[in-house]
């Protein structure tokens, strides 16, 4: 019970790190510019990933293109690493899903308000 009892707070201190130092600006401004330039708003997951790994490959490979040091790859034998990323990608999915929809129901009201 003891062991147990250890997991769910550990679970529960890589929930609140990783809250905490959640930064979803970049991967949302990604999926921005992805959910406005989609031409239907199909394949929303697939989207999302590539939003995620564009966010991701930026922040891995900023340091060496700025020759400020080595690479920093992510640690996902941390459940707080593991759990950002599962949160960039829902706020990803979420804003190409939203912006698919009102590009759909701005496409239907003009074709409406032309016949």
């Not at 930064?23 to 031409?39: D, E, R, S």
């Amino acid at each position: 019970m003891n062991d147990i009892w250890h997991f769910f707070t550990g679970v529960s201190d890589g929930f609140s790190n990783a809250l905490s130092t959640l930064n979803p600006l970049p991967v949302l401004i990604a999926a921005i510019l992805i959910g406005l330039f989609q031409p239907k708003a199909d394949r929303l997951g697939l989207k999302a990933l590539l939003a995620v790994v564009v966010v991701l490959a930026f922040q891995i490979f900023l340091p060496v293109v700025m020759n400020h040091g080595y690479a920093r790859w992510p640690d996902l034998s941390h459940i707080g690493a593991v759990v950002d990323l599962f949160l960039l990608y829902v706020f990803a999915y979420g804003m190409i899903g939203v912006l698919g929809g009102l590009k759909g129901m701005t496409k239907l009201g003009a074709a409406k308000a032309a016949h």
